[in-house]
C-alpha cells in the first residue's frame, strides 16, 4: 500500500492530534512510497533497524522513535549512524508514544488489562494516560507479582507488605511512576508501572500502598505488537513484531 495510506489510517486509528506529546507522532523519517513489509518494535534502537534491514522492511513502526523534546537535536554519533541506516534503505519510521499508551484496545495500558486480567473501571492522570481497576480474582501481593512474573516475562521490584490483599489496582506502562501518588488518592491497593524513582518507595512505604516495578520495556512490549497484528489484519500487509530484550 502507499506510505500516505498506512499513515492516513494510524493517524485516523490513534488520533495522535489530542495528545500533546513529547516528540512528533506519525511519519518521523520518510523512505520509500511503497511500504509492503512492516517491521515493529518498541525503540528504534539500532538493533531493530538492523533487523528491518535484515528483513527487508519498508517501514519501521514503533513506541520509542526520534526527535524528543529536550534533547541536543545535531546528527551526529549514534543519531547519525541510525539516520543514516534508514536513509541509505529508504526505510520509514513510524513512532507513537502516548497515543499507543491510550488506546482503548490497542494501547498498552489496554493490552496489560487483557493480559493480566484486570478489569478497567476508569482513568486518571495527564490526558488520561493511567488506567484504574480491579483484579477479576482478588488475590495477595505476592500472587499477583508472580503472575506478572508469569505474563510479562520478567521478575518485578516489589514494595509491599506480602500478604497485602490486592482488590483495586492502577496501572500506566513505562516510566509512568509520577502517577503514583494520584493512584494512591484513588484508593487503589496496588499501582503498577514500568520504572520506580526513589521518592517512590517512601510513598509506599508510608501509604501502605504496594509498588510493582514490572520494566520499561517489558510493559510496553504488548500495544505496538498488538498494533503491528492489526494492521496485517486490516490492511494485508505483512508485519512483523521483533521483541529485542531489554533489563529496564
Known amino acids: 500500500m502507499k506510505r500516505e495510506e498506512l499513515v492516513s489510517y494510524l493517524e485516523g486509528l490513534l488520533t495522535p492530534g489530542k495528545f500533546k506529546d513529547y516528540c512528533p507522532n506519525g511519519l518521523q523519517v520518510e523512505g520509500r512510497a511503497q511500504v509492503r513489509r ?60 502516548l497515543p499507543l499508551d491510550a488506546h482503548p484496545e490497542l494501547g498498552n495500558n489496554a493490552r ?35 503472575d506478572v512474573q508469569r505474563l510479562l516475562g520478567r521478575v518485578p521490584l516489589v514494595i ?50 504496594a509498588y510493582i516495578a514490572a520494566g520499561h520495556h517489558a510493559t510496553e512490549r504488548y500495544g505496538v505488537q498488538a498494533l503491528a497484528e492489526h494492521l496485517g489484519r486490516q490492511l494485508g500487509i505483512a508485519c512483523e513484531f521483533v521483541d529485542l530484550d531489554n533489563p529496564v
Not at 48 to 69: C, M, P, Q, S, T
Not at 70 to 77: A, F, K, N
Open 38 to 97: 512492516l517491521v515493529a518494535g518498541v525503540t528504534a534502537s539500532q538493533a531493530l533497524l538492523d533487523a528491518a534491514v535484515a528483513r527487508e522492511a519498508d517501514a519501521i513502526l514503533v513506541h520509542h522513535g526520534y526527535f524528543w523534546k529536550g534533547e541536543d537535536g545535531r546528527v551526529t554519533g549514534i543519531r547519525r549512524q541510525r539516520l543514516a541506516t534508514l536513509l541509505a534503505h529508504d526505510m520509514n519510521l513510524l513512532a507513537y508514544h
Open 160 to 209: 509491599g507488605e506480602a500478604g497485602r490483599p490486592i482488590c483495586r489496582i492502577g496501572w500506566c506502562s513505562g516510566g509512568a511512576q509520577g502517577y503514583f501518588e494520584q493512584a494512591i488518592a484513588l484508593g487503589v491497593d496496588a499501582y503498577l508501572s514500568g520504572e520506580i524513582s526513589e521518592q517512590t518507595v517512601h510513598l509506599a512505604r508510608e501509604s501502605g500502598v
Open 112 to 146: 496489560l488489562a487483557q493480559l493480566l486480567g484486570w478489569v478497567p473501571e476508569g482513568r486518571f492522570g495527564d490526558q488520561d494516560i493511567a488506567w484504574l481497576g480491579r483484579l477479576a480474582k482478588p488475590c495477595d501481593l505476592t500472587e499477583l507479582a508472580a
